[in-house]
Structures are given as structure tokens and as C-alpha cells.
């Protein structure tokens, strides 16, 4: 069973910046895609950026948001800058091979003063 684990979230003050790192159970290189996708209570889970196994990036917001891999540690990131209270969100890492997909816990994102 594939396991993905979050971390690096926490508080924040506006303008400020995380990186989030996701670490898969296995080689990475194994799924299709791997990606990054938040939620507010209340809301739909949001698409934030994602890469594939070819390299190809899609980001929601690439001006503010950077997702990144690094294979030999089985760890993909989101490093995030300028935050805003808008982003404060729990953060779930997802990995996808065709329709199967797995899913980490969340990290919880808050961006307050």
C-alpha cells in the first residue's frame, strides 16, 4: 500500500514562506504523477500543482508557488512564498497511477498575524 506522509506546514505571517515536502513509500518515479491540492472546511479540494513523471509542471499559482522532486529521497515539495491568509488550508499530497490514486494525511497551513 502506497503511503504518502506531509510535512513542513504550520503559521505563518502574510508575506511569509513554507515549504512542504511530501515523502512517498516508494520510488516516486513509479506514479504518473504526483501533486498538490489544499482544502478549506466547507470547500472542495483545490488543485495547487502538480509534476509528472516526465518533468511536466502545471501550478495554480507559479508565481507564488514551486513544486519540486527529488527522486533519490522519494520526497516531492511545495515551496511557497508571499503567503496570504487566503492560502491557509490543510495541504494534501496525492499520487496517482492512471485512475488509482493515494492520498496523504494533510498538513495544516494557517497564515495569520
Known amino acids: 500500500q502506497v503511503q504518502l506522509v506531509e510535512s513542513g506546514g504550520g503559521l505563518v505571517q502574510p508575506g511569509g514562506s513554507l515549504k512542504l515536502s511530501c515523502t512517498a513509500s516508494e520510488n516516486i518515479f513509479n506514479f504518473n504523477s504526483m501533486a498538490w491540492y489544499r482544502q478549506v472546511p466547507g470547500k472542495e479540494r483545490e488543485f495547487v500543482a502538480s509534476?509528472?513523471?516526465?518533468?511536466r509542471i502545471d501550478e495554480a499559482d507559479s508565481e507564488r508557488f514551486t513544486i519540486s522532486r527529488d527522486g533519490a529521497k522519494r520526497t516531492v515539495y511545495l515551496n511557497m512564498i508571499d503567503l496570504k491568509p487566503e492560502d491557509s488550508a490543510v495541504y494534501y499530497c496525492r499520487a496517482n497511477i492512471l485512475s488509482r490514486q493515494w492520498w496523504g494525511q494533510g498538513t495544516q497551513v494557517t497564515v495569520s498575524s
Open positions: 509534476i509528472n513523471v516526465g518533468g
